[in-house]
């Protein structure tokens, strides 16, 4: 089966709609790893997109800091002030479905989380320890996360942690007994690349190809400028990080 996986939209609706539409096609299902929203203008219209196409997802941090109006003392100032505005920017119906979101879930064998597979929504792989932490608590072979903003594959082949960066549309198997993968995020790039980040997988050949894409972010900051966005939001879609 083919899969579109992305991650951290974070209410970017061009960027979202940019991906969808160079992927049409040309999957079957399609995973989101959490951040639906925050810091982005459109957080319904982002939800909705996905919905309509029967999206299978995990809860990410912001989502649960906007949908349950808790845990707003953990976000940066610029995350924390856009999550307090896409909080009363939800509908009704987009709050109690992002609120009903599962911290994990397995999906055609693979596990999906935000953070880890060590702690779903809040903890970040980053680095070799983080990884290991990870292997320790996934149940799968392998899995598939979001949270850091960074594409990128961790694996493990008995007790050494590698860490794969991406090539983008090249087809990929990752090495080792077990791996994450990590398909940056789709609406804040963080990675100094400032196109959205989506990842293609076959789950039958274990598979994937990380891929970006120009979206008419001019679009985005307009609209963020209009809300009143922090400068440094506005900086941060204009590099990429
Ligand atoms: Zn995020």
Known sequence: MKVLIISDVHGNLEA????L????????ELWCLGDFVG???DPNRCIDLLRDRNVAAVMGNHDFGAARRESWDFF???????????AGELSDDNRIWLKA???L??????????????DPVWRYILDGSSAAEAFAAMDTEAGFCGHTHL????SIDRRMIRHTLPRYGKSIKPPGLMWIANPG???IPRDGDSRAAYLLADTKSGRITFHRVSYPSRKTITKLKRIGAPSQLIRLLETGG
């Open 16 to 19: 979202l709609e940019a991906i």
């Open 21 to 28: 539409a160079e992927t049409r096609g040309t999957y079957e």
């Open 39 to 41: 810091y982005g203008p």
């Open 76 to 86: 940066s100032p610029v995350a924390r002030t856009m999550i307090e505005w896409t």
């Open 101 to 103: 979101l599962p911290d």
């Open 105 to 118: 879930r397995y999906q055609a064998g693979f596990t999906l989380v935000h953070g880890s597979p060590a």
């Open 151 to 154: 594409p990128m594959v961790f």
């Open 185 to 187: 995020s789709a609406g």
